[in-house]
């Protein structure tokens, strides 16, 4: 499947722990963005990465998120000391290079965080 | 900034009837525009986008939507609805600046009735 993988499909994380979350984009896709999307609500930009460089992290909540994309590996979408105010689906999606308006970006399965 | 509004949250359609989702944006300039559909428990796919050019957009499954800069509208339209559409549809938009994120629509949950 040449498509974005997301891992893991499920997490359900205890208040305080740290949460790790994982993309791999499409093959030979160098752009990597991240949504977050709360119950009843649509998808809301978090952050925007190129590979070894954060491109835009305007979404993202000033304290307990960080995320990154290096040279090898996937990336990966950090949440420390987890709230339940943290529950959500977590969506990450690729695209080949800053045209990812052109192409329509290919988004992966998500990863469902459950804070307890 | 933009933003896209999305009406009605839940949409019941007999099958067979027309499916139409409303979709507006607010934008300086004319943006891309989107339609996504998901289904439960997976992640969003692109059923079609306008760029530039013919305003009438085909998408997979016969979906359609038109791009009305008049209107700032970019609503979804099926002819015929079919069981397998039940799903939640989102609008998005992106600006044609250097900025390369999408501003999502709250989405259209859509039931079918048989």
């Known amino acids: 499947n040449a498509g974005v993988m997301q891992n893991p499909r499920h997490l359900v994380r205890r208040r305080g722990q740290e949460a790790r979350l994982r993309c791999s984009p499409v093959?030979?896709?160098?752009?990597v963005y991240w949504y977050r999307q709360l119950p009843e609500e649509g998808l809301k930009f978090m952050v925007y990465?190129?590979?070894?460089?954060?491109?835009?992290e305007s979404g993202m909540p000033k304290e307990r998120f960080s995320a990154e994309f290096p040279k090898e590996g996937p990336s990966i979408l950090r949440i420390q000391q987890v709230v339940r105010g943290d529950s959500a689906a977590y969506f990450c999606?690729?695209?080949?290079?800053?045209?990812?308006?052109?192409?329509?970006?290919?988004f992966g399965s998500g990863t469902r965080l459950t804070v307890v | 900034a933009q933003s896209v509004t999305q009406l009605g949250s839940h949409v019941s359609v007999s099958e067979g009837a027309l499916v139409l989702l409303r979709c507006n944006y607010s934008?300086?300039?004319?943006?891309?525009l989107f339609w996504y559909v998901q289904y439960p428990n997976q992640g969003l796919q692109l059923l079609l986008k306008?760029?530039?050019?013919?305003?009438l957009v085909k998408g997979i499954n016969g979906f359609e939507a038109e791009f009305k800069k008049s209107e700032t509208s970019f609503h979804l339209t099926k002819p015929s609805a079919h069981m397998s559409d039940a799903a939640e549809y989102f609008c998005a938009v992106s600006d044609r600046g250097g900025n390369n994120r999408l501003a999502f629509g709250k989405g259209n949950q859509v039931v079918v009735i048989p």
């Open positions: 990465l190129q590979k070894e460089n954060i491109i835009d």
């Open positions: 093959k030979g896709h160098s752009h």
């Open positions: 999606a690729s695209s080949p290079s800053g045209t990812g308006r052109n192409y329509g970006y290919t």
């Open positions: 306008y760029t530039t050019g013919a305003t």
């Open positions: 934008s300086s300039v004319p943006p891309y």
